[in-house]
């Protein structure tokens, strides 16, 4: 970890926890397949935390990735042991939202943020 990443991670997720709202991010750890039933049993983690929600700047996605109705939200990395990625889960509001894109936006060796599309 870099003197800046020690500085800006838990500065910008005191930020969002300030200013965002509260949600659930569960996010995928494993799966385990058992070819007997053909079933994958998936694991997730659980992260209550903080994120800072609004509608999604389509200069950042590919054309046609932003669908109808799709939020983006802002989360701190400096609590998460496991990164969100495509197909995690977060719970705002009591509705579920599925993880569609995740861009993270590094403070030197170790990500600070995340901004993620998310699509019910």
């Known amino acids: 970890m870099t003197t800046l990443d020690a500085l800006i991670r838990p500065l910008a997720n005191d930020l969002i926890a300030k200013?965002?709202?509260?949600?659930l991010l569960r996010v995928t750890d494993s799966a385990e397949y058992d070819p007997a039933t053909g079933d994958a049993d998936?694991?997730?983690v659980s992260y209550d935390l903080f994120g800072l929600v609004s509608a999604p700047e389509?200069?950042?996605y590919d054309p046609g990735v932003v669908g109808s109705g799709d939020v983006q939200v802002l989360l701190g990395d400096y609590t998460l042991d496991i990164p969100p990625k495509a197909g995690d889960l977060i719970t705002m509001d009591g509705v579920d939202w599925t993880v569609v894109s995740v861009q993270s936006t590094f403070s030197g060796e170790q990500a600070a943020i995340h901004t993620l599309l998310l699509r019910k």
């Open 42 to 44: 998936v694991y997730r």
């Open 19 to 23: 200013y965002g709202k509260p949600m």
């Open 58 to 60: 389509r200069l950042l």
